[in-house]
T-cell receptor, first 115, second 115 residues
């Protein structure tokens, strides 16, 4: 069965420090991988996606993620965190035949940014 | 161009009542997806609809839950005879086409509380 694991429920990072949010997935076929961000009271916003090609994916707001098939991971990174990045981050997986249509989400990681 | 609109944002129902959640997709979008987020869990796919058709309802509970997306008007997720376990955030997403690489945009969600 498809699943996504985000092992960190909460992460606190100092403003200006680097960030890495972990995501591991289990998927029987070729996966499509996504990172979404949810700010309080807002809907989910797509940060970036990986379908194929270059395994290092650039997204919005200075985020990037690297697909590592051998580790079944798709970790999200940002070199310098801003206070406005405080939010909840969700990793998700979809199939190459369903893509965005039927996503399996992780439980999310809540990012806190300290001054 | 307004985003995906969900209403109400918060809904309180007593056990045994009916809950109706509405989702207006982005302009021009004819594909709608519903997800449920139980407390401390990730979003779980419920149903995928196209105008007047249910494409995939594999995530819908077998009883009390139904969804529709009529030719005119919003998509409706209907929960009959609600129970405490239905308390959750319900998210709707829409996309322009059903292609696997067409981005789905999420609404802000409806928080249902059953008392």
């Amino acid at each position: 069965a498809q699943s996504v694991t985000q092992p960190d429920i909460h992460i606190t990072v100092s403003e200006g420090a680097s960030l890495e949010l972990r995501c591991n997935y289990s998927y029987g076929a070729t996966p499509y991988l996504f990172w979404y961000v949810q700010s309080p009271g807002q809907g989910l916003q797509l940060l970036l996606k990986y379908f194929s090609g270059d395994t290092l994916v650039q997204g919005i707001k200075g985020f990037e993620a690297e697909f590592k098939r051998s580790q079944s991971s798709f970790n999200l990174r940002k070199p310098s965190v801003h206070w406005s990045d405080a939010a909840e981050y969700f990793c998700a997986v979809g199939g190459s035949n369903t893509g965005f249509q039927k996503l399996v989400f992780g439980t999310g990681t809540r990012l806190l940014v300290s001054p | 161009n307004a985003g995906v609109m969900q209403n109400p944002r918060h809904l309180v129902r007593r056990r045994g009542q009916e809950a109706r959640l509405r989702c207006s997709p982005m302009k021009g979008h004819s594909h709608v997806y519903w997800y449920r987020q139980l407390p401390e869990e990730g979003l779980k796919f419920m149903v995928y609809l196209q105008k007047e058709n249910i494409i995939d309802e594999s995530g819908m509970p077998k009883e009390r839950f139904s969804a529709e997306f009529p030719k005119e008007g919003p998509s409706i997720l209907r929960i009959q005879q609600v129970v405490r376990g239905d308390s959750a955030a319900y998210f709707c997403a829409s996309s322009l086409t059903g292609s696997e690489n067409t981005e789905a945009f999420f609404g802000q969600g409806t928080r249902l509380t059953v008392v």
